[in-house]
């Protein structure tokens, strides 16, 4: 019924990573680097009390790395695959009527699944997220054999699949 390709670059595989985060994160993130902040001024409203200043500091650091967690991961995963097959991973996903198969092309495995085993779907901008188990099958947006012509159809063919999934795509 679809055809899905996805090559894996620095880019889109940081943006597949994204999409897998809680959407709450970002907002928790950001409430964090606030109270460090917070914890800064305090730090310097008290006469410039170094172990506070400190303890902020280094709040703002481990948030500031957890921002750009994913942007790191997809770089050593994308670097890692390129080391070992000479290129970036390749990605081919077939939804059949009754089941899907993906493909990694690169590294010559694949994986199959019933929708009816499908437990939770997600959307980002840029995926589809299908959760079975602890497995994540996925359709790039913009990875569709006959273009974007085929994103609603497909959103709708899954959502009519998948009947034990939680979620919703948009």
């Known amino acids: 019924r679809f055809t899905n390709v996805c090559t894996f670059t620095k880019p889109v595989y ?17 409430l ?9 001024a305090v730090g310097v409203s008290a006469g410039v009390r ?18 750009g967690q994913p942007w ?28 899907m198969v993906m493909q990694n092309l690169t590294a010559n495995v ?9 437990g ?11 959760y079975v188990g602890k497995h994540c099958y996925f359709a790039i947006l913009t ?4 273009g974007e012509g085929e994103i609603e159809p497909f959103k709708k063919f899954i959502e009519e699949r998948a009947v034990n999934a939680k979620g919703h795509l948009r």
């Open 110 to 118: 694949e994986a199959t699944a019933l929708y009816t085993d499908i």
């Open 32 to 40: 964090c680097m606030a109270a460090c902040i917070m914890v800064i």
């Open 120 to 130: 939770r779907i997600k959307e980002s901008e840029d995926f589809v997220y299908l």
């Open 72 to 99: 790191m991961m997809a770089r050593s995963k994308t670097t890692s695959v390129e080391q070992q097959y000479g290129k970036a991973q390749r990605n081919v996903t077939r939804f059949y009527d009754d089941h």
């Open 50 to 67: 170094l172990d506070i200043i400190g303890a902020g500091l280094l709040g703002l650091v481990v948030c500031g790395l957890s921002f």
């Open 14 to 30: 940081t943006a597949y990573l994204r999409g897998i985060e809680p959407k709450g994160k970002t907002i928790v993130l950001v």
């Open 143 to 146: 990875g569709f054999s006959r």
